[in-house]
């Protein structure tokens, strides 16, 4: 670029960053940016190794390899443990459902607030995402900014120095998700979204962290992961685990 076009070239990304920055009033104008950022270019169907550490009391206390088969927007099919054992859980049509050697032992509606904010919001209709951020209990008026690990960030349901409140995180340049917190009963629920790499014309965050408390309880390392062309039918299928 030649010198003499660099300023005004500047100008104008600065300005840019303004307007952006202005427009942003609310967390469902976040949401809307969000979704026009990667519409039509995230992925849709992708599987994942992970490797499980689960703590107790804030030490290492077991150690599992999940797979698992995502289906953008909204189902989930995590393989604990060797498929063939038949110990699952399957989120779909926003309930969380567990099998134990292949027979339901729970389920549970609820707002996986992971795949909203980490996946679905680059997958569905902004609206349908701020209807479930809703539904989390999420309040979308409160916006500001801040960094997280030195990069500066979109915060929405809290106002400043509130960590208690549930909230959302997302990264101000590329517009994924950091950081999530959320109450249930008396605990106070966090989960770290670590080490992004590109995948396909989305992002993925290759390291998860959850804690409770300020403790870490569990935490998700992705050993490998892939876009799928398609998914089964079948293997979101709570009636009959394949």
């Given at each position: 670029?030649?010198?003499?076009?660099?300023?005004?070239?500047?100008?104008?990304?600065?300005?840019?960053?303004?307007?952006?920055?202005?427009?942003?009033?609310?967390?469902?104008?976040?949401?809307r940016a969000m979704y026009q950022r990667y519409a039509g270019k995230w992925y849709a169907n992708f599987r994942l190794e992970q490797k499980v550490r689960v703590f107790k009391d804030g030490k290492p206390d077991r150690?599992?390899?999940?797979?698992?088969?995502?289906?953008?927007?909204?189902?989930?099919r995590s393989n604990i443990g060797d498929p063939a054992a038949g110990n699952s859980e399957i989120y779909v049509t926003d309930t969380n459902y567990l099998f134990r050697n292949r027979v339901l032992v729970r389920q549970a509606k609820v707002v996986h607030t992971?795949?909203?904010?980490?996946?679905?919001v680059y997958c569905?209709?902004?609206?349908?995402?701020?209807?479930?951020?809703?539904?989390?209990h999420i309040d979308l008026g409160p916006i500001y900014e801040t960094t997280w690990h030195s990069r500066p960030v979109y915060v929405v349901g809290a106002r400043k120095d509130d960590l208690g409140s549930n909230q959302f995180w997302i990264d101000k340049e590329h517009l994924y998700c950091v950081r999530l917190i959320r109450r249930s009963g008396q605990d106070l629920l966090e989960v770290e979204l670590n080490k992004y790499e590109r995948l396909g014309g989305g992002w993925i965050a290759t390291e998860l962290v959850f804690k409770r408390n300020g403790q870490v309880s569990t935490t998700e390392e992705y050993l490998s992961y892939q876009i799928l062309d398609r998914i089964a039918p079948e293997t979101f299928n709570v009636k009959e685990l394949k």
């Open positions: 670029m030649k010198a003499g076009l660099l300023a005004p070239a500047l100008g104008l990304m600065i300005m840019a960053g303004v307007a952006e920055s202005a427009e942003l009033s609310s967390g469902g104008d976040l949401i150690e599992e390899i999940w797979t698992e088969i995502i289906q953008l927007p909204g189902k989930v992971v795949l909203l904010f980490g996946f679905d569905q209709p902004p609206e349908r995402t701020i209807a479930r951020a809703q539904e989390a």
